[in-house]
Structures are given as C-alpha cells and as structure tokens.
C-alpha cells in the first residue's frame, strides 16, 4: 500500500522526526534482482544454506519469561563475564536484537531535549531511535583510536549529557577499533562525570588479526553502563537476538520496558539459540570458521579497492567486522553515484546517513564486504570506482 502522504490522524509530535533507514530503503529496492550489494551489513547466507536448526520442544510454544529463557541467560552472561564485565543471568536481558536493547535504553533515558553523546559517523538505526525519542545529539569524532577522551571530557561538562552511546569494537560503520589505552581512559571519563555508557558490541567475535580490548564497560568503576550483544552476526539474523546486560540498578526498569513492548522475545528461537551455544567448544569452532571466511572475503576487498580506488579514496584495513569506510578525496554527490550503479546492479551506502544533521560530514562511502562472493568483489568495485570517477571529471 502506498504511503499518503497527509493523514487527517494527529500524530504524536515525534512522528516529525521519525526517519527511515536509507540502508533498509536500498535493500527493499536490491532485493530479489540480482545485485551486488555492498549496501548492508549482511552475513553470508552461504554460511547457513546447509545448517539443520535443532528441534524446539513443545514447552517453547507456550508464552514465557520476559527477561528471556534462563539457559539462553546464562550461557551470554557467562561469555560476558569472560569478556570481564560483571554478568550474571540476573543482569541479563534477552532482546529481540541488539536493536530493541537500544530503543529499551532510549525509552529508558531521553525526553525531549535530553543531550545525549554519540560517535560520528555512528550507527545508523541507533541515530534513527535518538531521534525519535528526540534527544539532542552531540557527536565526537572517531579518529584511529577512538573518540578522544579529553574531547568527551569537554564536551560532557558543556552539555552535561546523561548518556553515551559507542559502537567501540569494529564500529557500523567505520570498522574502527578503539584501543586498550583509549578504552580505559573513556572509562575513566565517565566514571568521573558519573555518564552512564551504552556500549554496542554485535561485532567483537569477528577479529581477523588479534581478539580486540576488552569492552569499554568492563573498566568502569562507578558509571552506569548498558551493554547490548548479538547472535545476528555469529549465528542467524533471522533469529532476531540479542541481550542487554546492565549495572544491576537499571535492570528492573528496562525489564518493565520489555514488558511493555513485546512481552518477551520469540522462545522458539530462544531454545534454538540456547542449544545451539550450549556447547562451549562448538561455539569456539563456529566463530573460528567465521573469522576465516570473513577474513578471506576481507583481503578480497582489500584487493580490489587497491586496485580500483587508491587514486580516488583513503581508508583503514578493518580489523574486524564488516565494512570499509572509504573517504573520498574529492566530494562528489553520492547519490548520484548511487543511481548510476544502481543501474549497473552494484549497491553501496553513501556515509551521510550516518552522521547526525548537524556534524560535518566530508565525503565517505561504506562498503561491506560480508555478503557479496570474493568473484563478484572486483566486478563490483569497478563498476563503483568508474561512478564516482565519472562524476568528479563531470
Ligand atoms: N548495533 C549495530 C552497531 C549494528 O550494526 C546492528 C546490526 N546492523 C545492530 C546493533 C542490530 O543488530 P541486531 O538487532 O540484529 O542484533
């Protein structure tokens, strides 16, 4: 059904600021046609063409729990606190993806006006969940190490921000990772203004050099901290799972949110999640093999930007995660670009969307490489140089 574009309903004032995802907006328009999409930040399907999903038992079917199945608890507390947070079931939050932990976090923390600090560029569908709560965004910029402690300093005595939101660990959609010293000294920053942290981690497991630092939370002492994982990068998407673990204070608040948005998350796919993970050893192979596969398909891309962009772009080799952030040397308009390889079945994301209105942005493109074969790779990277070599000698 077509969207009209007036309603004679009288919508909540924040309706106003509620955006769609650009990236899920180039999906719906690649999807079913045969394209080489660098757009999303899919996993490889080929992953799990042959995979068998456990069987659920019939106690699944039955409503349960609204902090989530206890098994499935327990196992992701108990990798959490191997990553040194202090994790127990009873701080742990089962969500319908990493995504429903940060809209339960916003409901949590902004009101209108609320200042809220976050990286730029920064996660997309998280800028899309501040916005709607109507926060007023601040950013700092990711250098190679992170956002600069004394720059977060200044900032949270001029705004006085309850909150910060980092994506430290191969971040959606810079792929940088913030370094042990930068970590700590974050830490020590929000401890000293008493700022509570999000910090979204769905990409740690995916390292293709060394395992990264220990999550930013884990060397908090006194700040408040929420921390969201994933299953949707190291087992299904489809699965729609994630978990929150929190300071024990704000557990009963977020539960109650949970509650009251969706009563608890699918318990099928709980069960099949939890005996999936269940055993410890398989779940170290799984992610080996992944590391692999995605490592591979990361030289690949690696190969073809050098071939195809050394003249046109700089970036960092990501040490992780999923994507290349491309920064171009001369600004173009990438939508313009888009269209163009569009037309020739490539797909990518321009970088606007992922800075917030205010903050200058420069000219950067995101390229994921998890989804797309090493074969079609060079293909596809051509057909995007020739665009954005086109219309800067337009
Ligand atoms: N945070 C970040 C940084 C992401 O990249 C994503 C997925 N694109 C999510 C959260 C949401 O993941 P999910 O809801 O599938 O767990």
Known sequence: MKTPSTTSARLAGRIKHLTGSV????????QDKEIISFAGGLPDATLWQDL????????????????GEHSLRSILAERNNSLGLPATPENTLITSGSQQGIDLAAKLLLEPGTPLILEAPSYLAAIQVFSLFEAELHTLAVDTDGICPQALDRLLTETQAPAVYLNPTFQNPSGKCYSLERRQQIAAVLDQHGTLLMEDDPYRDIYYDEAPPAPIASFLKSAPWIYFASVSKTLIPGLRLGSLTCSPELYDDLLKLKQASDLHSNRPAQFIAASMLADEAERAE?????????????????????????????????????????????SIDLYAALEKTLEKGV???????????????????????????PKSMDKGIKILSDAVRDLQQA
Not at 347 to 373: H, W, Y
Request: include cysteine.
């Open 52 to 67: 068998k999903l456990p069987e659920v038992p019939p106690a699944a079917y039955q409503y349960g729990p609204s902090e």
């Open 347 to 373: 797909a990518f994301m321009p970088g606007s969307p992922f800075f917030t209105e205010k903050c200058d942005q420069g000219c950067s493109i995101r390229i994921n490489f998890s989804l797309v074969s």
């Open 23 to 30: 990236a899920r907006d180039i999906l719906s328009r690649t």
């Open 286 to 330: 799984r992610i080996e093999g992944l590391c692999q596969h995605y490592r591979q398909k990361r030289d690949s891309m690696q190969q073809a930007l050098a071939q195809h962009f050394t003249d046109l772009a700089t970036w960092e080799i990501p040490s992780g995660g999923m994507f290349f952030w491309l920064d171009l040397e001369q």
